[in-house]
């Protein structure tokens, strides 16, 4: 079979490639499309790669990082959206893919339909439960506000607790709309419950969540999950102020109190420092008023009481009466039992003889005179024995002493501390030493030729004994002892 020659041009599959690019780019090059999510990665770069699709077919969608970071709400599977930009071709995988320049939910209804669903499901948590709602503080010491420091929300809230009760106020920056301030609120709730326990920072006794108004697209950061459940895990009472009293977010129903605006969460927050104070006077008098009605009347009581009770000059007469007659009895009781104890001394003093009296007192001195002289010589002759056994007893004792072998001739040496030198191998030339006669001490200081003198009274290394344990004397048994060399 003859091969015959083509004159179409040939491509390379990159060529081919680009080209495809070109013309879809050149044909779609601005395309407006409508269709529900289907499968949405946000990528570390911050690149978000979606798809949209239809009942019947699906298109891969790309967002680049910047303009997703200007979306007023977070894609989700399922929302309907209306996504504009241009169709391209990724050549490394020969597909066609939506680059997308601008995104929307495609009207209210859809995101509606999202905040529906997430709320059921939120609240099947108990998330929303009322007895996870805590009650506001009467008069807090300090507010944390969570919002924009730029923005007109936190210089009403300021002005309108100035007005009813000051307050010290901390504020946590955040970005209230737009990509990624979902996790800042989040934030700045959970860092507010952080302070708790620091010393340098007040712990608030109570927060404010605040945003102004807006459309619900704008207002969608405060239906973000991380934010409901931030608010609804704070362990400090927390307001929710978002937009006006008509537009309603899932931290309304997270919070512990829902604020129809941000002045009205001031509001809230404080009570009214003049109608305190007013209203501190009016309880004032009317207890004072109350106190002193009730003094009057237990006065009037305590008058009409006193008029039952009698005179008191005609109540003490009759005791007083008693008292004189037991005066008078206890007189004459006294004066009677006097003259008998009188009557009595007299009759024994009348009995007694003084001769009598006399010689009995000379017997007993007597006896007591034979006694003492009986004790004095018991106690001399006692005295005297125990004198000669003394005497005896010192007599052993000088005999045992070293003073009778100092007499003799002979020396006590010791070290200058007092201890007793036993051998002249203990001393070493140049040691001081104490000497110790009959009649007094003396000082010597040790020579070298003691020494060698010493050493030469030792036994021969031939013939001296091995060194033995001093704490073990009796286990030496082996063969004689060897003899032992004369000291002189």
Same mark, same amino acid.
């Given at each position: !079979? *003859?091969?015959?020659?083509?004159?179409?041009?040939?491509?390379?599959?990159? @060529?081919?490639?680009?080209? &495809?690019?070109?013309?879809?780019? +050149?044909?779609?090059?601005?395309?407006?499309?409508?269709?529900?999510?289907?499968?949405?990665?946000?990528?570390?770069?911050?690149?978000?790669?979606?798809? !949209?699709?239809?009942?019947?077919?699906?298109?891969?969608?790309? !967002?680049?990082?910047?303009?997703?970071?200007?979306?007023?709400?977070?894609?989700?599977?399922?929302?309907?959206?209306?996504? @504009?930009?241009?169709?391209?071709?990724? $050549?490394?995988?020969?597909?066609?893919?939506?680059?997308?320049?601008?995104?929307? $939910?495609?009207?209210?209804?859809?995101?509606?339909?999202?905040?529906?669903?997430?709320?059921?499901?939120?609240?099947?948590?108990?998330?929303?439960?009322?007895?996870?709602?805590?009650?506001?503080?009467?008069?807090?010491?300090?507010?944390?506000?969570?919002?924009?420091?730029?923005?007109?929300?936190?210089?009403?809230?300021?002005?309108?607790?100035?007005?009813?009760?000051?307050?010290?106020?901390?504020?946590?920056?955040?970005?209230?709309?737009?990509?990624?301030?979902?996790? +800042?609120?989040?934030?700045?709730?959970?860092?507010?419950?952080? &302070?708790?326990?620091?010393?340098?920072?007040?712990?608030?006794?109570?927060?404010?969540?605040?945003?102004?108004?807006?459309?619900?697209?704008?207002?969608?950061?405060?239906?973000?999950?991380?934010?409901?459940?931030?608010?609804?895990?704070?362990?400090?009472? &927390?307001?929710?102020?978002?937009?006006?009293?008509?537009?309603? *977010?899932?931290?309304?129903?997270?919070?512990?109190?829902?604020?129809?605006?941000?002045?009205?969460?001031? @509001? !809230?927050?404080?009570?009214?420092?003049?109608?305190?104070?007013?209203?501190?006077?009016? =309880?004032?008098?009317?207890?004072?008023?109350?106190?002193?009605?009730?003094? =009057?009347?237990?006065?009037? +009581?305590?008058?009409?009481?006193?008029?039952?009770?009698?005179?008191?000059?005609?109540?003490?007469?009759?005791?007083?009466?008693?008292?004189?007659?037991?005066?008078?009895?206890?007189?004459?009781?006294? /004066?009677?039992?006097?003259?008998?104890?009188?009557?009595?001394?007299?009759?024994?003093?009348?009995?007694?003889?003084?001769?009598?009296?006399?010689?009995?007192?000379?017997?007993?001195?007597?006896?007591?005179?034979?006694?003492?002289?009986?004790?004095?010589?018991?106690?001399?002759?006692?005295?005297?024995?125990?004198?000669?056994?003394? *005497?005896?007893?010192?007599? /052993?004792? +000088?005999?045992?002493?070293?003073?009778?072998?100092?007499?003799?001739?002979?020396?006590?040496?010791?070290? $200058? @501390?007092?201890?007793?030198?036993?051998?002249?191998?203990?001393?070493?030339?140049?040691?001081?030493?104490?000497?110790?006669?009959?009649?007094?001490?003396?000082?010597?200081?040790?020579?070298?030729?003691?020494?060698?003198?010493?050493?030469?009274?030792?036994?021969?290394?031939?013939?001296?004994?091995?060194?033995?344990?001093?704490?073990?004397?009796? *286990?030496?048994?082996?063969?004689?002892?060897?003899?032992?060399?004369?000291?002189?």
């Amino acid at each position: !079979m *003859t091969e015959t020659a083509s004159n179409a041009h040939e491509y390379t599959v990159s @060529e081919l490639s680009g080209a &495809l690019k070109r013309t879809v780019e +050149e044909t779609y090059g601005h395309v407006r499309v409508r269709g529900e999510l289907g499968r949405v990665t946000v990528a570390k770069s911050g690149h978000v790669y979606l798809d !949209m699709k239809d009942d019947r077919a699906v298109i891969d969608a790309v !967002m680049w990082k910047g303009v997703a970071a200007h979306l007023n709400f977070r894609p989700e599977e399922g929302l309907e959206v209306i996504a @504009e930009g241009k169709l391209s071709t990724f $050549p490394g995988r020969s597909k066609y893919q939506l680059i997308i320049d601008r995104m929307e $939910p495609a009207g209210e209804g859809a995101l509606m339909a999202l905040l529906e669903a997430r709320k059921k499901a939120l609240a099947a948590e108990g998330l929303f439960a009322p007895d996870r709602k805590q009650a506001i503080p009467f008069l807090p010491r300090t507010i944390g506000v969570v919002t924009s420091p730029t923005g007109a929300v936190i210089r009403d809230i300021l002005h309108r607790l100035e007005d009813r009760f000051p307050v010290h106020v901390l504020l946590w920056p955040v970005r209230v709309q737009g990509e990624g301030s979902d996790r +800042e609120i989040a934030a700045g709730i959970e860092g507010l419950n952080a &302070l708790a326990g620091q010393d340098d920072v007040p712990t608030p006794d109570l927060i404010i969540v605040a945003r102004g108004g807006g459309s619900i697209e704008d207002l969608w950061s405060f239906n973000e999950e991380i934010v409901v459940r931030a608010a609804a895990n704070s362990a400090i009472p &927390l307001i929710s102020a978002v937009g006006h009293e008509t537009d309603t *977010t899932l931290i309304d129903f997270a919070s512990d109190r829902r604020a129809p605006t941000p002045t009205g969460a001031a @509001e !809230m927050a404080v009570p009214v420092r003049r109608e305190l104070a007013e209203r501190l006077s009016q =309880d004032g008098l009317r207890l004072s008023s109350a106190l002193q009605r009730g003094i =009057d009347r237990k006065a009037s +009581e305590l008058r009409s009481a006193g008029r039952a009770l009698g005179r008191p000059d005609t109540l003490l007469q009759g005791a007083s009466q008693r008292l004189d007659y037991s005066a008078g009895r206890l007189e004459a009781a006294g /004066r009677g039992q006097l003259d008998r104890a009188s009557n009595r001394l007299m009759q024994a003093s009348a009995g007694l003889r003084p001769q009598a009296f006399k010689r009995d007192l000379a017997d007993k001195t007597r006896r007591f005179e034979q006694a003492r002289s009986r004790l004095a010589a018991i106690a001399s002759r006692d005295i005297r024995q125990r004198q000669q056994s003394l *005497t005896g007893l010192g007599a /052993r004792l +000088e005999s045992l002493s070293h003073k009778s072998v100092l007499a003799r001739g002979f020396a006590l040496v010791t070290t $200058p @501390e007092g201890a007793l030198v036993r051998s002249a191998a203990a001393l070493s030339e140049g040691d001081s030493v104490s000497l110790l006669f009959a009649d007094g001490n003396a000082a010597a200081r040790i020579g070298q030729a003691a020494v060698q003198t010493a050493k030469a009274a030792e036994v021969p290394a031939a013939t001296k004994p091995a060194p033995r344990k001093l704490s073990k004397p009796a *286990t030496r048994k082996k063969g004689p002892p060897p003899e032992q060399g004369s000291l002189f």
